[in-house]
Structures are given as structure tokens and as C-alpha cells.
């Protein structure tokens, strides 16, 4: 299956009472790709992950792939920074029907890059799916290194990386060197402009959940070469962008999504509410953008 170019890392909406809104999760997968995705990403960063257990996690992916099978690829958020329980973890998703994996690089461990690589090829020799790992040191403390992921990109299962490195350097290194088809997805919804201008692929994006058509066709005219539409496009929708990460993500886009009026619920400890100051910059920016996210009245 071909996994597309927009991506969203979709949020886990929670009930009142704290619990995972699985009906609530189906209905925003569905939004999102009638508002521009291509694709979903659960269990990732933006859905708490951390804070989910597997069996929350393993329901999760069952009722997304079900809610939008035969549409769009279902991309299940599975690494963990124990090699081998991201194995099973990754077997497990691949049984409850993920057409692909998002494999965030061990954190805490420190792992080397001969570390790093081992884990991603552990992993990608366990499952018969496509892998992306998952680069961002500002949360794991490691970057996957340009040469270690030019040895990735050879591994079998490997369709790209989630690179939010912020390293535009380094991502222009990876797209010269890497292997035949080993695509990169901006993992910064700020840099997505210029990592498809170097030559990347698309985006694992946050802000697809309120502007995902103007996304998608920002990404369109720079394949089609309409560089000043583009640019155009990424220029109007930085304010929003920076706005939803005034904060730790998800607070701001789960705020914004409550404040539209499509429910996702609150947060999980240790993630709580934004402060109040946070909350009226969310808001401001929000009415000063048009809403791609169908929302039912």
C-alpha cells in the first residue's frame, strides 16, 4: 500500500472520565481523511503514547484500521526503547492490522549508532511491513546520524524515516546518500516546506488535523512545481503552526480541536490543560485561519 505523502499523528481523544474514546477515535480518522490526508498515525507522540497500555494501544489500531480499511493506510506508532519489546510490540501491531510502523529511536538508553542500527534492523527483520523510524533528539536525547541512516536505508522494510531532526544539513545529506527509495517525511510541521524543496517526500504532520487540505495542497504545487504557491501557502499557515507548539504537543492541538468543537477529551498525567495565556494565543490564531477539519454540529 502506498502510505502518501500527508500523514497525520493523530491525537487519542480520552472520555470524561479519563478513559480511551475509541468511537470518538474512529470518527476523527475518518475526518481527517475527508479533510486531506492521506493516512493516520496512531499511537504516536501526538496520541500520548507513553501513557497508553498496550491493550489500550493494540484497541486503538484495531478500531482505526477498521474505521478507515480499504481508504487509507493505518500507520501504528510501536517502538519502544527496549529492542525487544518493540519486536513484539511491532508483531502485535502488524496482527491488529497496521499496514505500517513508526519506530521512534531508543530514548533514555543513549544508545550508540551501531546501537541505534541494531534496533531498527532487529525490528525490521521481525515484521513483513514497512518501517519508518522516528528521528527526533530533542525528545530521545540521540540523532540517527547521517551514515548510520544510509546503512538503514538498506535494510529490507525500511520505506523512510520521520526526521525531525531540525538538521536541514543533515537531511539534504540523507536524500543525496541514502538507498533507491528511502523517502523522508518531515517530522516538523515548520520544516515540511523546505525538506520537500531539498527533495523529501512529505510530512508526519500535527497541523493536518485543522489545515490538512491547505497541507496537502501546499505539498501538491511544490511536487508540481509551483514553488510560489507553496511558499505562499507555508508562509500563512506558520503563525498557526508555531502557535500549536507554544507548548509540549499535543496540549495545543488538543486544545484547538476541543475549541473547534470536534471533542478529544483532556490529557493524561503528567500532560494537563494549557495556561491561560497559552490558551487565548491557540485561540486567536485559530480565528484567524479557515478550518479544513469537518466537524459535526
Same mark, same amino acid.
Given at each position: 500500500m502506498e502510505l502518501g505523502r500527508l500523514l497525520t499523528a493523530m491525537v487519542t481523544p480520552f472520555t470524561r472520565d479519563g478513559a480511551v474514546d475509541y468511537a470518538q477515535a474512529r470518527r476523527l480518522a475518518v475526518a481527517l481523511l475527508d479533510s486531506g490526508s492521506d493516512g493516520i498515525v496512531v499511537t504516536g507522540t501526538t496520541g500520548e503514547a507513553p501513557t497508553l497500555s %498496550?491493550?489500550?494501544? %493494540?484497541?486503538?489500531w484495531a478500531e482505526v484500521k477498521e474505521a478507515i480499511a480499504g481508504r487509507a493506510p493505518m500507520v501504528a506508532g510501536s517502538g519502544d526503547n527496549c529492542t525487544a519489546d518493540s519486536? @513484539? %510490540?511491532?508483531?502485535?501491531?502488524?496482527?491488529?492490522?497496521?499496514?505500517?510502523?513508526?519506530? *521512534? *529511536?531508543?530514548y533514555y538508553n543513549k544508545p550508540t549508532q551501531e546501537g541505534i542500527f541494531r534496533h531498527f534492523a532487529a525490528i525490521a527483520e521481525a515484521v513483513d511491513v514497512p518501517c519508518i523510524p522516528y528521528n527526533i533528539p530533542g525528545r530521545t536525547g540521540v540523532n540517527i546520524g547521517v551514515e548510520t @541512516?544510509?546503512?538503514i536505508s538498506r535494510l529490507p522494510n525500511i520505506a523512510g524515516v520521520k526526521e525531525a531532526s531540525g538538521d536541514l544539513k543533515q537531511v539534504a545529506r540523507v536524500i543525496e546518500e541514502a538507498g533507491p527509495g528511502y523517502r523522508i517525511w518531515s517530522g516538523n510541521d515548520e520544516d515540511t516546506f523546505a525538506i520537500l524543496a531539498?527533495?523529501?517526500?512529505?510530512v508526519i504532520s500535527v497541523a493536518s488535523h485543522l489545515v490538512g487540505r491547505q497541507i496537502a495542497t501546499m505539498i501538491r504545487d511544490l511536487v508540481e512545481a509551483r514553488t510560489e504557491e507553496a511558499a505562499r501557502i507555508h508562509r500563512r499557515l506558520l503563525p498557526l503552526i508555531d502557535a500549536l507548539f507554544c507548548l509540549t504537543n499535543p496540549i495545543p492541538v488538543k486544545y484547538a480541536l476541543n475549541r473547534i468543537g470536534f471533542e478529544v477529551g483532556a490529557y493524561r498525567l503528567p500532560l494537563c490543560e494549557p495556561d491561560d495565556a497559552s490558551a487565548q494565543r491557540?485561540?486567536?490564531e485559530l480565528a484567524r485561519h479557515t478550518i479544513d477539519l469537518p466537524v459535526a454540529v
Open positions: %498496550f491493550d489500550e494501544k %493494540f484497541r486503538l519486536v @513484539q %510490540f511491532s508483531r502485535e501491531a502488524v496482527r491488529a492490522g497496521a499496514d505500517a510502523l513508526l519506530l *521512534t *529511536t531508543p @541512516q544510509v546503512r531539498l527533495g523529501g517526500y512529505g491557540i485561540a486567536a
